[in-house]
């Protein structure tokens, strides 16, 4: 999946022809389309009939050969997201004092000051820069390792592999076109997060790493193996989605000056405008759910056992529930949306994307006098989460 005019025409199609349709392609295994806003919410929140295990995205059938013949599921980590009840309520109720909207709250100086830093480097480089390689990638990742507790070094470590791990079909993204590529990401990424657990052990700090490192499951110490999967999937999940964000707002602003004027002028739609221009981007392009049960749904069966992908952008832009969907309006209910998903699921880091948006567009637009495109962006070929690869921009900033 490419370019997002592409991938909308194709999700408004299939939307108003074939709501619940059957995907057969060479190099993923058959699995069913939803792309209705009200299918995609209702089987979402359908936990314990549609499963997140064992295959909970897309990935193609030989990596997932390879995953199953070395981890003996087609996931290969089983982190939050590839979990079901009852290990996945025990093992989310862990960091989910962290990640409510009060503890979040108290991350805003921090998150503001780490804005200024990258608006300040935007200014330093001079009047141009490529805005998704030098900021909107980089800016998350200080953020997610710092809330971590990692230290700035790693961030060359952590951009690699996470880039490697959801770089899914680019080739500039990849590390190579063997299946083995795949597992040899996994392996490293938790070879890094065992050496920080031992770490935390010995020393704990005021940090996630540390909660993780401490933490207890029934009475129990976490094992290392869901550490370091807990530790992989708050890196990864807390990064390339808010980057995609943050590089895709930037873009959609330039294309509605009128909005961005808006939000430039207007601090109290901060959160409105964040979570608007989440819905706008949607990075996480789908996640798949396993049916437990045979399912009736327009006039086709959807089997026990089948997959189904819920196409989150699609859902965004479905005109039965979004006025005008297809308009960028940064005054929109938020609520509505579903780039974090629905049901149990429901992303973990919500409230700290949103603040980090706001923070970021909350320090960058009031100085920014002018901006404009200096070539063509570029998408990153994925369909799990997807994005900008490269945005240059020309700007003037006070
Ligand atoms: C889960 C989207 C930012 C951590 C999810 C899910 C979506 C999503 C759609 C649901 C998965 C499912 O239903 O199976 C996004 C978007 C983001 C974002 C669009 C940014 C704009 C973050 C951040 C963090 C984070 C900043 C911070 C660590 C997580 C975690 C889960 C999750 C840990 C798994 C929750 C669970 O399975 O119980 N996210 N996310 N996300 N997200 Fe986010």
Redesign the pocket.
């Known amino acids: 999946m490419g370019d997002e005019r592409s991938m909308y025409a194709l999700f408004d199609h299939l939307r108003s022809t074939d709501p619940l349709s059957r995907v057969e392609h060479p190099d993923y295994r058959p699995f069913w389309s939803l792309t209705r806003y009200d299918d995609i919410r209702h089987i979402?929140s359908q936990n314990d009939s549609f499963l997140?295990a064992p295959r909970t995205i897309l990935i193609p059938s030989a990596f997932e050969e390879a995953l199953l013949a070395q981890f003996g599921t087609s996931n290969g980590l089983e982190t939050?997201?590839h979990m079901d009840r009852p290990k996945?309520l025990k093992m989310?109720k862990v960091t989910r004092e962290w990640f409510l909207p009060r503890s979040i709250e108290t991350l805003q100086a921090e998150v503001e000051l780490l804005a200024k830093e990258f608006v300040d480097r935007m200014q330093e480089m001079g009047d141009e820069c490529d805005f998704v390689k030098d900021i909107a990638l980089l800016f998350p990742l200080r953020i997610?390792l710092s809330i971590l507790g990692l230290p700035r070094e790693a961030e060359g470590t952590m951009l690699r592999l996470t880039q490697e791990m959801f770089g899914g079909q680019d080739p500039e993204l990849q590390r190579g076109d063997s299946e083995t590529a795949g597992l040899e990401v996994l392996n490293e990424f938790g070879a890094y997060f065992a050496e920080v657990i031992e770490d935390r052990k010995r020393n704990p700090q005021d940090d996630l790493a540390t909660v993780l490192a401490n933490a207890e499951v029934d009475g129990e110490p976490m094992n290392m193996l869901d550490q370091a999967s807990y530790f992989i999937?708050?890196a990864s999940?807390?990064h390339d989605?808010?980057s995609a964000?943050i590089g895709g707002g930037m873009k959609a602003l330039l294309e509605h000056p009128e909005q961005l004027a808006l939000w430039r002028d207007t601090p109290a739609i901060d959160d409105r405008a964040a979570r608007e221009v989440?819905r706008w981007v949607s990075?996480?392009r789908h996640?798949v759910r396993t049916a437990t049960a045979d399912t009736d749904l327009h006039g086709k069966t959807i089997r026990a056992g089948d997959n189904v992908a819920l196409w989150?952008p699609a859902a965004n832009r479905d005109p039965a529930v979004f006025e005008a969907p297809n308009s960028l309006d940064l005054q929109r209910d938020p609520k509505t949306q579903l780039?974090?998903?629905y049901?149990?699921?429901?992303?973990?880091?919500?409230h700290?994307?949103a603040l980090e948006l706001r923070c970021f567009f909350r320090e960058l637009l009031p100085r920014l006098k002018s901006m404009e495109f200096n070539g063509d962006p570029e998408w990153i070929k994925a369909i799990f989460v997807g994005g900008l690869r490269s945005m240059p921009v020309r700007y003037q900033l006070g």
Do not use: K, N
Not at 343 to 350: E, N, V, Y
């Open positions: 979402g997140s939050l997201i996945h989310r997610i999937i708050t999940a807390g989605t808010t964000a989440i990075p996480v996640m989150y780039a974090f998903g049901g149990s699921h429901m992303c973990l880091g919500q700290l994307a």
